[in-house]
């Protein structure tokens, strides 16, 4: 098919903090997409999600015309039905960063959609090369590493595989160019560059707190206030998530087998309590949960 043939639908697989950020981009490009979760109950917690979010994007942005929350709401069609992948020719997977968990979705999803469909691996540190070995055609898997919140993020990391193919690439291009965003494109390695080196600082971070060297609030202060960060590495792990933070950092301990990745103890704490950031709404800060 013709690049400029494709993306009239894009699956979205996973609708937790990055899917729905992905979800609302492309309906705000005007690309139709199928966005799946498990259960309906998540799949609901998302459209209102994606409402609130559609809301401050609006403020946010730089854009001037003003978005209509119910046409970007017609552009996605939610469902826990993966047999309506079967016709998409690009997917977006945004599932929980779980080795089992991935392996299962990719599983299913190269015996459902067609040998061309593009798969794309929203991860923060697996590596793209081991996913792509577990369908067939392997040269049709990429990573696609987003930022959060996706609306208004400028560029995107994409992940080349060591058997991801040109047309890949640039078909990827092409959506993310759709998107407004730019590609920086580099070699698979696990944690690719922005988790190798973000999440090795906000792992750090967690140890300062747990050692009781100084409070969340001055450890972010202080990396904003000397050295330009919009956001410290304490309130970028509330908007990432706990949970996410610390499966990046085990899959950056099993994968290099390495101790400097050694995840703070203080992250499985926070994990099992449940504090798991913004979308919990208590992590190293409080948050207002209602929307
Ligand atoms: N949070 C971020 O800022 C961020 C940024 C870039 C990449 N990522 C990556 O994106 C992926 C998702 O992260 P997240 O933060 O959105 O996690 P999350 O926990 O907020 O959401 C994960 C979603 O996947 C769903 N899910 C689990 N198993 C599924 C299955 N079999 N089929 C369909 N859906 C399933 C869950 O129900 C949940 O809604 C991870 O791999 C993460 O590393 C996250």
Same mark, same amino acid.
């Given at each position: &098919?013709? *690049?400029?043939?494709r993306f009239k639908v894009v =699956?979205?697989?996973g609708a937790?903090?990055?899917g729905? =950020?992905? %979800?609302?981009? #492309?309906?705000?490009?005007n690309? !139709?997409?199928?966005? #799946?979760?498990?259960? +309906?109950?998540k #799949?609901k917690?998302a459209?209102?999600?994606i409402?609130?979010n559609?809301? @401050?994007?609006s403020i946010y942005s730089? +854009?001037k015309?003003?978005i209509?929350?119910? +046409?970007?709401?017609?552009?996605?069609?939610?469902t826990t *039905?993966?047999?309506? @992948?079967?016709?998409?020719?690009?997917?977006i997977?945004?599932?929980?960063e *779980?080795? +089992?968990i991935?392996?299962?979705v990719? /599983?299913?999803?190269n015996?459902?959609?067609t040998?061309s469909?593009v798969? %794309?691996?929203?991860? !923060?540190?697996?590596?793209i090369t081991?996913i792509?070995?577990?369908?067939?055609?392997?040269?049709?898997?990429i990573?696609?590493?987003?930022?959060?919140?996706?609306?208004?993020?400028?560029?995107?990391?994409?992940?080349?595989g060591? @058997?991801t193919n040109d047309?890949t690439i640039s078909?990827?291009?092409d959506l993310?160019?759709?998107?407004?965003?730019?590609?920086?494109?580099? *070699?698979?390695m696990p944690?690719?560059v922005?988790n190798r080196l &973000?999440t090795?600082m906000i792992n750090? %971070?967690?140890f300062l707190v747990q050692?009781?060297?100084?409070?969340a /609030?001055?450890?972010?202060?202080?990396?904003?206030n000397s050295?330009?960060q919009?956001?410290g590495p304490?309130?970028t792990?509330d #908007?990432?998530?706990?949970?996410?933070?610390l499966? /990046? &950092?085990e899959v950056?301990y099993?994968?290099?087998?390495? =101790?400097?990745y050694r995840?703070c103890p203080? @992250?499985?704490k926070?994990?099992? %309590?449940g &504090?798991l950031g913004?979308?919990s =709404?208590?992590?190293?800060?409080k948050?207002?949960t209602n929307?």
């Amino acid at each position: &098919m013709e *690049n400029k043939n494709r993306f009239k639908v894009v =699956g979205v697989i996973g609708a937790g903090t990055i899917g729905i =950020g992905v %979800a609302q981009n #492309l309906a705000q490009k005007n690309i !139709s997409v199928v966005l #799946l979760d498990i259960t +309906e109950v998540k #799949l609901k917690e998302a459209k209102a999600r994606i409402q609130q979010n559609v809301r @401050l994007y609006s403020i946010y942005s730089k +854009e001037k015309n003003k978005i209509d929350v119910n +046409e970007v709401l017609n552009f996605i069609k939610f469902t826990t *039905n993966y047999q309506e @992948l079967e016709n998409v020719d690009y997917i977006i997977e945004n599932v929980t960063e *779980n080795w +089992e968990i991935k392996k299962q979705v990719y /599983s299913k999803i190269n015996s459902i959609c067609t040998e061309s469909t593009v798969f %794309a691996a929203n991860t !923060s540190c697996i590596s793209i090369t081991k996913i792509a070995h577990i369908v067939d055609n392997p040269e049709r898997v990429i990573g696609v590493h987003f930022m959060n919140p996706v609306p208004l993020k400028d560029s995107v990391e994409v992940i080349k595989g060591v @058997l991801t193919n040109d047309k890949t690439i640039s078909v990827t291009n092409d959506l993310l160019s759709k998107m407004k965003k730019d590609s920086i494109v580099i *070699n698979d390695m696990p944690g690719f560059v922005s988790n190798r080196l &973000m999440t090795f600082m906000i792992n750090e %971070a967690a140890f300062l707190v747990q050692e009781n060297v100084a409070s969340a /609030s001055d450890i972010d202060n202080i990396l904003k206030n000397s050295y330009a960060q919009t956001m410290g590495p304490l309130e970028t792990a509330d #908007l990432i998530g706990i949970d996410t933070i610390l499966h /990046s &950092m085990e899959v950056l301990y099993d994968s290099f087998k390495d =101790g400097k990745y050694r995840p703070c103890p203080l @992250l499985y704490k926070m994990t099992q %309590a449940g &504090m798991l950031g913004r979308k919990s =709404g208590q992590g190293f800060y409080k948050y207002n949960t209602n929307f």
